[in-house]
C-alpha cells in the first residue's frame, strides 16, 4: 500500500509495521478519469476516500439545477457524503475528478472494523473529523461574515494551490460570486 497514507496518519498517531499492514488491508486502491464521478446523486454511498493524487470537488444540484460547490479534495484529503456514507443512506452530493485521480477506498464496513481492531485509528479519524468540522465552520462563518473580497483572500491564504487547479468559473462559484467578479477580485 502507499507510504503516503502511512506518512498522512502518522502526523496524528504513531503506528508500528505491523499495525500499517493491518491499517492498510481496509483500504482499496482505485484510478478515476478527470470528469469521471465517484459518487452521483441518488447512489448508494460504498466509499470514503483518500486522495492520493488528483483533486476532487464535492457539489450540490438545488432544485433549480444550479449547481454549489461544498468543498474541493486536494493530495492527503478525504472526501465523501459523509451523511450518506455513515447512514448508508442515498447521496444528496455528488463527488466528481477534476483531474485524474488517484484514491485509497475506505468501506463504512472496513471503517467500522478498523476502529474497532486499533484504538489509534479511532484516534486518527476522530481527529480528522474535528479538523474537517472547524472547517466547515469556518466557511459557514466566511460567507455569513466576509464580502467577496475577504473570501477570495481567504481562499488564497488557506489553499493556493486551488487557483492553480480549479477552473475560474468553478472557483467563482466556491466562492459564491460570479466569474467577472472573480476576475475583479483576481486583478
Not at 476516500?49 to 479534495?73: C, P, Q, R, T, W
Not at 486536494?74 to 455513515?86: I, P, R, S
Not at 474535528?130 to 489553499?159: C, K, P, V, W
Request: charged share 25%; aromatic share 12%; net charge positive.
Amino acid at each position: 500500500m502507499h507510504e503516503k497514507l502511512r506518512t498522512h496518519i502518522e502526523k496524528i498517531v504513531h503506528l508500528t509495521d505491523e499495525e500499517y499492514v493491518f491499517v492498510s488491508s481496509h483500504f482499496t486502491e482505485r484510478h478515476y478519469k478527470k470528469r469521471e464521478f465517484l459518487i452521483q446523486k441518488d447512489e448508494k454511498v460504498k466509499y470514503a476516500y483518500f486522495v492520493l493524487s488528483g483533486l476532487l470537488m464535492l457539489g450540490y444540484n438545488d432544485e433549480a439545477g444550479k449547481h454549489h460547490i461544498v468543498s474541493f479534495a486536494l493530495e492527503d484529503w478525504w472526501e465523501t457524503d459523509f451523511l450518506a456514507y455513515h447512514t448508508q443512506t442515498k447521496a444528496t452530493l455528488s463527488l466528481q475528478c477534476l483531474e485524474h485521480t488517484h484514491v485509497l477506498c475506505l468501506s463504512l464496513e472496513n471503517y467500522q472494523r478498523l476502529c474497532a481492531g486499533l484504538q489509534k485509528m479511532e484516534h486518527f479519524f476522530l481527529a480528522k473529523a474535528n479538523s474537517g468540522h472547524i472547517a466547515s465552520q469556518q466557511r459557514i462563518l466566511s460567507f455569513l461574515t466576509s464580502n467577496a473580497t475577504e473570501r477570495y483572500d481567504q481562499l488564497l491564504r488557506r489553499y493556493p494551490a486551488l487557483l492553480q487547479r480549479v477552473p475560474k468559473t468553478l472557483i467563482a462559484s466556491y466562492l459564491g460570486v460570479s466569474r467577472e467578479t472573480l476576475s475583479r477580485l483576481s486583478s
